[in-house]
């Protein structure tokens, strides 16, 4: 009986289970395996093995946490919060410096990134904050000023590391999560002409290798072998790429060092390079799906604080892949922010893997809610 038992309740876990995002993200960590491969001049390591590993451990890690409810990401939301922001305070006083960068703790076993953490603790924070908030009180300052609390000390300390690219990515998260909680647009409007007349004295403020990005950005081919080199052998190799590319193992500008980061933050160039624009199609349409699943989900929440948490984790998501596509094609400047699931690396991939987690947590609450 207890066999019968057995193998009746393992299919019913399975089916349950939301398959189209979890093979969309196998699809995607499948592509990135096979073009790291190739980048490391057709070896498994040091990049290629690794990354299957990683996406199989934060998968199943994934899987656990679909089975949190509700009640407890909303518990965990604030204290998430504090912890992550205790770490980036940590940071700060003892963290490890890489590449004049300082946004690592190092735990012995592990190196930590506080700030990717913060991009998925940033989301829960403010839905739970606009879940409890009082619809009287939605329009009036009451709801301005701790949002702007909750979003500024996580964004201030990130750009002292300093990391503009993780910082523009929280701040991007937390205002998309107050704009569905239904902030007045002139809010907005307003904040980004604050902004746009602030530019002078934020640029000023900034780190000279910020400055020299934005300038690269302006006028590429001003320096195109010393600080415009990054961006443009990328768009060498997206452009030589073709419609169909070179060919699988036949790469010049990665296989040859033309092409810096080639696994990293400009993996979509070096597959470009030997898929053309057919593999840069499939790479989107994943993503699109998988985004849009997402905000799928935030459309049948029952609840505010699910509903914000969705769009949030989806809007995250976005920010990662439309940040990386433009810079690597140009259309943004070089700020770091890797292709996720797709550029080696632990921290974009677990990043991702929590979003899905949550996500899934929220879809299987919606469908027993429906249900009773």
Same mark, same amino acid.
Request: charged fraction near 10%.
């Given at each position: 009986?207890?066999?019968?038992?057995?193998?009746?309740?393992?299919?019913?876990?399975?089916?349950?289970?939301?398959?189209?995002?979890? %093979?969309?993200?196998?699809?995607?960590? $499948?592509?990135?395996?096979?073009?790291?491969?190739?980048?490391?001049?057709?070896?498994?390591?040091?990049?290629?093995?690794?990354?299957?590993?990683?996406?199989?451990?934060?998968?199943?890690?994934?899987?656990?946490? $679909?089975?949190?409810?509700?009640?407890?990401?909303?518990?965990?939301?604030?204290?998430?919060?504090?912890? /992550?922001?205790?770490?980036?305070?940590?940071?700060?006083?003892?963290?490890?410096?890489?590449?004049?960068?300082?946004?690592?703790?190092?735990?012995?076993?592990?190196?930590?990134?506080?700030?990717?953490?913060?991009?998925?603790?940033?989301?829960? +924070?403010? +839905?739970? /904050?606009?879940?409890?908030?009082?619809?009287?009180?939605?329009?009036?300052?009451?709801?301005?000023?701790?949002?702007?609390?909750?979003?500024?000390?996580?964004?201030?300390?990130?750009?002292?590391?300093?990391?503009?690219?993780?910082? %523009?990515?929280? +701040? &991007?998260?937390? #205002?998309?999560?107050? *704009?569905?909680?239904?902030?007045?647009?002139?809010?907005?409007?307003?904040?980004?002409?604050?902004?746009?007349?602030?530019?002078?004295?934020?640029?000023?403020?900034?780190?000279?290798?910020?400055?020299?990005?934005?300038?690269?950005?302006?006028?590429?081919?001003?320096?195109?072998?010393?600080? &415009? =080199?990054?961006?443009?052998? $990328?768009?060498?190799?997206?452009? $030589?790429?073709?419609?169909?590319?070179?060919?699988? %193992?036949?790469?010049?500008?990665?296989?040859?060092?033309?092409?810096?980061?080639?696994?990293?933050? /400009?993996?979509? +160039?070096?597959?470009?390079?030997?898929?053309?624009? #057919?593999?840069?199609?499939?790479?989107?349409?994943?993503?699109?799906? *998988?985004?849009?699943?997402?905000?799928?989900?935030?459309?049948?929440?029952?609840?505010?604080?699910?509903? %914000?948490?969705?769009?949030?984790?989806?809007?995250?998501?976005? /920010?990662?892949?439309?940040?990386?596509?433009?810079?690597?094609?140009?259309?943004?400047?070089?700020? &770091?922010?890797?292709?996720?699931?797709?550029? =080696? &690396?632990?921290?974009?991939?677990?990043?991702?893997?929590?979003?899905?987690?949550?996500?899934?947590?929220?879809?299987?609450?919606?469908?027993?809610?429906?249900?009773?």
């Amino acid at each position: 009986m207890r066999s019968a038992t057995g193998r009746g309740l393992v299919p019913a876990a399975l089916r349950a289970l939301p398959w189209t995002p979890v %093979l969309l993200v196998l699809a995607i960590a $499948s592509f990135s395996c096979v073009v790291l491969f190739s980048a490391a001049g057709g070896s498994l390591k040091p990049w290629a093995l690794n990354q299957g590993v990683r996406v199989i451990v934060f998968l199943c890690m994934a899987l656990a946490l $679909s089975r949190v409810s509700e009640r407890m990401l909303q518990i965990a939301a604030f204290p998430l919060y504090g912890l /992550f922001l205790l770490l980036l305070f940590g940071v700060e006083m003892v963290g490890a410096v890489k590449g004049g960068s300082q946004r690592w703790l190092d735990l012995g076993f592990m190196e930590l990134q506080p700030s990717e953490m913060m991009k998925v603790a940033i989301v829960l +924070a403010t +839905a739970r /904050f606009f879940s409890l908030l009082p619809a009287s009180q939605l329009r009036t300052v009451a709801a301005l000023w701790p949002a702007a609390v909750l979003m500024g000390l996580p964004v201030g300390l990130v750009m002292l590391q300093p990391d503009l690219g993780t910082a %523009l990515m929280i +701040a &991007g998260s937390a #205002a998309t999560v107050t *704009f569905l909680a239904g902030l007045p647009l002139r809010l907005y409007i307003g904040a980004a002409l604050a902004l746009a007349a602030a530019a002078p004295i934020i640029f000023s403020t900034m780190h000279e290798y910020q400055r020299n990005r934005v300038l690269i950005f302006l006028d590429p081919e001003s320096d195109p072998l010393g600080k &415009g =080199y990054h961006i443009s052998q $990328s768009k060498i190799a997206i452009g $030589s790429g073709g419609l169909f590319g070179k060919g699988y %193992l036949q790469g010049t500008q990665s296989r040859l060092d033309y092409l810096p980061e080639r696994q990293t933050d /400009f993996v979509f +160039a070096t597959m470009a390079e030997e898929w053309g624009l #057919a593999g840069g199609l499939y790479l989107i349409a994943c993503f699109f799906l *998988f985004i849009g699943w997402g905000m799928r989900v935030a459309g049948r929440a029952r609840t505010k604080f699910a509903r %914000l948490t969705a769009a949030g984790l989806a809007t995250t998501i976005f /920010f990662y892949v439309a940040i990386n596509l433009m810079m690597v094609m140009g259309l943004a400047p070089v700020v &770091g922010i890797p292709l996720p699931l797709v550029s =080696y &690396g632990g921290s974009a991939v677990m990043t991702v893997m929590i979003c899905l987690g949550i996500l899934m947590a929220i879809e299987r609450d919606s469908r027993v809610g429906a249900r009773v």
